[in-house]
């Protein structure tokens, strides 16, 4: 997934392709970003189709973290919208067409169905959620994750979710920058393009974390 020349860059760079050599579950947190009906449901006004072919993936991991001890964090995307205006006006006044403006604001309203977790995704009793208002869920104001994972101790994050290159990579850097161990899970993310995908794995892996797959990931819990 990632390109060859990325690799050599970062063997390069500092030595060795992976930063971390082991995960203590107890002190981790898988984050699953946005995978909810407004992102998954087909049709959604913000659908990402390759977001259902990462469910089965995703399940597999969160039920390997809680078995080891760890956490699942399930952060889903909201926006206050009254009459077709919403508390991120710079987004859905400049980023947003006419058309999708009212069906984006209605579906990421608070209580709205757009909220729902994709019925597939399998949540349990003890796992978090919470909501945020940007694409970071570590950016200041947009949602409590911080403080809850400060609360439990936790300093490794597991990045899975949608999109791969703008909320998922947009909290991962966040993350890194608050330090925490990030890992993005290359196939528990998924992104509008195979191509959009690669280039943010990329980012994270040169300068933000760690990059790898839900094997990967289990093996070093």
Same mark, same amino acid.
């Given at each position: 997934? $990632?390109?060859?020349? $990325?690799?050599? @860059?970062? $063997?390069? @760079? ?12 107890? @002190?981790?947190?898988?984050?699953? +970003?946005?995978? /909810? ?9 913000? =659908?990402?189709? &390759? ?8 399940? #597999?991991?969160?039920?390997?973290? #809680? ?6 964090? !399930? ?12 508390? !991120? @006006? ?10 999708? #403006?009212?069906?984006? +604001? =209605? ?10 977790? !994709? ?8 796992? +978090? ?6 694409? &970071?869920?570590? +950016?200041?104001?947009?949602? /409590? ?47 509008? &393009? ?23 990931? $289990?093996?070093?819990?």
């Amino acid at each position: 997934m $990632i390109s060859e020349h $990325i690799i050599e @860059r970062v $063997i390069k @760079r500092r030595g060795r392709l992976h930063i971390f050599d082991t995960i203590e579950a107890r @002190r981790t947190a898988l984050v699953v +970003i946005d995978m /909810q009906k407004t992102f998954c449901e087909p049709g959604a006004p913000a =659908e990402v189709a &390759s977001s259902r072919t990462i469910i089965g993936t995703i399940n #597999r991991l969160a039920a390997a973290l #809680r078995e080891a001890g760890g956490k699942v964090v !399930w952060c889903t995307h909201a926006n206050v919208g009254v009459d077709d205006t919403s508390d !991120w @006006r710079n987004f859905f006044d400049h980023f947003v067409s006419d058309e999708l #403006r009212s069906r984006t +604001i =209605e579906s990421l309203s608070p209580g709205g169905s757009g909220q729902d977790i !994709w019925h597939e995704l399998k949540t349990h009793p003890e796992d +978090i959620k919470l909501f945020k208002n940007r694409y &970071s869920a570590l +950016i200041p104001g947009s949602s /409590q994750l911080e403080r809850i994972l400060r609360s439990l101790n936790i300093d490794t994050l597991l990045i899975a979710g949608t999109k791969t290159n703008i909320c998922c990579e947009s909290t991962a850097r966040d993350a890194m920058m608050l330090d925490f161990k990030v890992v993005m899970v290359s196939d528990a993310t998924a992104a509008l &393009s195979p191509e959009e995908h690669r280039a943010a794995l990329e980012n994270v892996i040169q300068q933000f974390g760690d990059v790898m797959s839900t094997d990967e990931v $289990i093996r070093l819990l």
